[in-house]
């Protein structure tokens, strides 16, 4: 529980560091597969039910889910997310390995390859991923540009191991201290690297927080305030680039009224620059097919966006046979909602060649890559209000820290009821404003050019180089199970 203190409002990144030590310090001096299979699972217990209680707000307070089984369903979602470390725990002890530095190193690797794996199945939940608790401060924050967040997760595990191995066999011998010295080093190294370059001048950006109750917002009586607020916040910022939350209009787009949207295209066009605004989209091409988009409108071209990566239960419902309940229970509108294309390229706007992700799209840093490095910056359009005043907000700011960070870009984050920020390519919030505000985020975002080593190569060298000492680990556990044989 207390490594969550890494990650934001927090940002201690130092705590996550030496909880993991005394985890692995616990692991190390246990040869018992199934009980260091349990420690892993304990920890991930106490990491996700401190981590991520934000997911009660959503199903029960704005979701109508009655609170004892909201309670269970948060406690079986951290039993499950908690399987991954088990796993990795009870595969390192069976490896038998006895060197401290390929033990530490199947540690970091395991970790990982848990990490992605709980990303990835069933569309993924790679939320507090441990490298994340690195962004921006940390010197290991210098890696993320080369090896992204899951290098940086490697990194951690393996300074944590390094450290208890340190203190287990006496701070005097420096073996241990100085592998962990250098690589903290080169990380503080890596961030005075410019791995990308300016390109223009400046544009000047609104980033609009319209902070309209998640418990008004689909409602009818409501609609007309809704799109009168951001109508005055459009109008009162005279930015080449002004840009909406999620679904900021809670409207399909063809029955917003045309003069509604002309009236907010003629004003961008006066500013030189373009109006991004998210509505729900339906087509009719292969039957009644809804989309959560981001339009453009104004000087430009009008384009769109539709997001790719859904939320599980809060957009689309996995395995309806299974779980098609869960639609009569949870009060979420519009959860029936088709993925838009993975090759979606960024759109032309205020000059700019903006790559657009919506909601929980920025914790996907393979696909955020996809745009890239064609864009110039990012923008994340959300409706965190789903959150409450919960830690999730400033979780999901820190996640948009490290795409940053990833990618060498500007990240623009217009959200409902905040964090609304405009980061710099080395993951610094350099703007917000309050959170449950109504108000409107003015200030300039540079574009660049370039790619770094991660939009390259994305996950591809960490998983390689995981997927090697996992070879390595499963080659020793088979040695030592045919020697007692």
Same mark, same amino acid.
């Given at each position: 529980m207390l490594t969550v203190l890494g990650f934001a409002p927090f940002y201690l990144f130092p705590v996550p560091v030496i909880t993991v030590a005394v985890l692995l310090g616990l692991c190390h001096k246990?040869?018992?597969? %199934?009980?260091?299979?349990? +420690?892993?699972?304990?920890?991930?217990?106490?990491?996700?039910?401190?981590?991520?209680?934000? !997911?009660?707000?959503s199903l029960h307070d704005f979701g109508a889910m009655p609170m004892p089984i909201a309670v269970v369903a948060l406690i079986v979602l951290c039993a499950y997310l908690s399987l991954f470390p088990a796993l990795g725990f009870w595969?390192?002890?069976?490896?038998?390995?006895?060197?401290?530095f390929l033990w530490a190193s199947l540690a970091a690797a395991l970790w990982v390859l848990s990490e992605w794996l709980r990303g990835t199945l069933f569309t993924g939940f790679p939320w507090l991923a441990l490298g994340y608790s690195q962004a921006p401060l940390s010197p290991l924050a210098g890696f993320a540009p080369v090896f992204g967040v899951y290098g940086i997760s490697f990194l951690l595990i393996f300074s944590a191991a390094l450290l208890f191995f340190w203190f287990d066999q006496g701070i005097r011998k420096w073996r241990y201290a100085l592998p962990l010295l250098l690589m903290w080093c080169g990380g503080y190294g890596l961030q005075l690297i410019d791995w990308v370059k300016p390109e223009g001048e400046p544009v000047s950006v609104s980033l609009l927080q319209g902070n309209i109750?998640?418990?008004?917002?689909?409602? &009818?009586?409501?609609? &007309?305030?809704?799109? &009168?607020?951001?109508?005055?916040?459009?109008?009162?910022?005279?930015?080449?680039?002004?840009?909406? =939350?999620?679904?900021? !209009?809670?409207?399909?787009?063809?029955?917003? =009224?045309?003069?509604?949207?002309?009236? %907010?295209?003629?004003?961008? #066009?006066?500013?030189?620059?373009?109006?991004?605004?998210? +509505?729900? @989209?339906?087509?009719?091409?292969?039957?009644? @097919?809804?989309?959560?988009?981001?339009?453009?409108?104004?000087s430009a071209?009008?384009?769109?966006? #539709?997001?790719?990566? %859904?939320?599980?239960?809060? &957009?689309? !419902?996995? $395995?309806?046979? %299974?779980?098609?309940?869960? !639609?009569?229970? +949870?009060?979420?509108?519009?959860?029936? $909602?088709?993925?838009?294309?993975?090759?979606?390229?960024?759109?032309?706007?205020?000059g700019q060649r903006v790559a657009i992700n919506i909601c929980y799209e920025d914790v996907f840093g393979e696909e955020i890559i996809y745009q890239l490095p064609q864009a110039t910056m990012l923008v994340n359009v959300s409706n965190d209000a789903w959150f409450g005043r919960s830690i999730g907000p400033q979780q999901h700011l820190q996640i948009s820290q490290m795409r940053a960070l990833e990618t060498g870009r500007y990240m623009l984050r217009a959200t409902n009821t905040g964090v609304t920020a405009i980061i710099d390519e080395r993951g610094r919030v350099l703007q917000t404003i309050e959170i449950f505000t109504t108000a409107a985020l003015h200030g300039l975002a540079q574009g660049f050019t370039g790619a770094t080593p991660y939009v390259r190569m994305g996950n591809y060298p960490v998983l390689g180089l995981a997927g090697l000492l996992l070879c390595i680990g499963l080659l020793s556990a088979f040695r030592a199970a045919w020697k007692t044989r």
């Amino acid at each position: 529980m207390l490594t969550v203190l890494g990650f934001a409002p927090f940002y201690l990144f130092p705590v996550p560091v030496i909880t993991v030590a005394v985890l692995l310090g616990l692991c190390h001096k246990s040869q018992s597969p %199934l009980k260091n299979a349990a +420690l892993g699972f304990g920890f991930g217990m106490g990491l996700f039910s401190a981590g991520v209680t934000w !997911i009660y707000v959503s199903l029960h307070d704005f979701g109508a889910m009655p609170m004892p089984i909201a309670v269970v369903a948060l406690i079986v979602l951290c039993a499950y997310l908690s399987l991954f470390p088990a796993l990795g725990f009870w595969l390192l002890t069976r490896s038998r390995l006895t060197s401290p530095f390929l033990w530490a190193s199947l540690a970091a690797a395991l970790w990982v390859l848990s990490e992605w794996l709980r990303g990835t199945l069933f569309t993924g939940f790679p939320w507090l991923a441990l490298g994340y608790s690195q962004a921006p401060l940390s010197p290991l924050a210098g890696f993320a540009p080369v090896f992204g967040v899951y290098g940086i997760s490697f990194l951690l595990i393996f300074s944590a191991a390094l450290l208890f191995f340190w203190f287990d066999q006496g701070i005097r011998k420096w073996r241990y201290a100085l592998p962990l010295l250098l690589m903290w080093c080169g990380g503080y190294g890596l961030q005075l690297i410019d791995w990308v370059k300016p390109e223009g001048e400046p544009v000047s950006v609104s980033l609009l927080q319209g902070n309209i109750p998640q418990d008004m917002k689909w409602r &009818e009586d409501h609609l &007309e305030s809704t799109m &009168e607020t951001y109508a005055k916040l459009i109008m009162q910022s005279d930015s080449r680039l002004i840009v909406t =939350p999620e679904i900021s !209009i809670p409207l399909f787009s063809d029955t917003v =009224p045309p003069l509604y949207l002309s009236y %907010l295209a003629e004003h961008a #066009r006066n500013n030189n620059g373009d109006v991004l605004i998210g +509505l729900a @989209e339906r087509t009719t091409h292969n039957g009644n @097919e809804y989309y959560n988009t981001m339009f453009s409108f104004g000087s430009a071209p009008e384009q769109s966006y #539709r997001k790719h990566h %859904l939320v599980p239960f809060g &957009e689309y !419902i996995p $395995f309806k046979p %299974l779980f098609g309940w869960v !639609i009569q229970v +949870l009060q979420i509108p519009l959860s029936d $909602f088709s993925r838009g294309g993975l090759d979606q390229q960024p759109m032309n706007l205020a000059g700019q060649r903006v790559a657009i992700n919506i909601c929980y799209e920025d914790v996907f840093g393979e696909e955020i890559i996809y745009q890239l490095p064609q864009a110039t910056m990012l923008v994340n359009v959300s409706n965190d209000a789903w959150f409450g005043r919960s830690i999730g907000p400033q979780q999901h700011l820190q996640i948009s820290q490290m795409r940053a960070l990833e990618t060498g870009r500007y990240m623009l984050r217009a959200t409902n009821t905040g964090v609304t920020a405009i980061i710099d390519e080395r993951g610094r919030v350099l703007q917000t404003i309050e959170i449950f505000t109504t108000a409107a985020l003015h200030g300039l975002a540079q574009g660049f050019t370039g790619a770094t080593p991660y939009v390259r190569m994305g996950n591809y060298p960490v998983l390689g180089l995981a997927g090697l000492l996992l070879c390595i680990g499963l080659l020793s556990a088979f040695r030592a199970a045919w020697k007692t044989r």
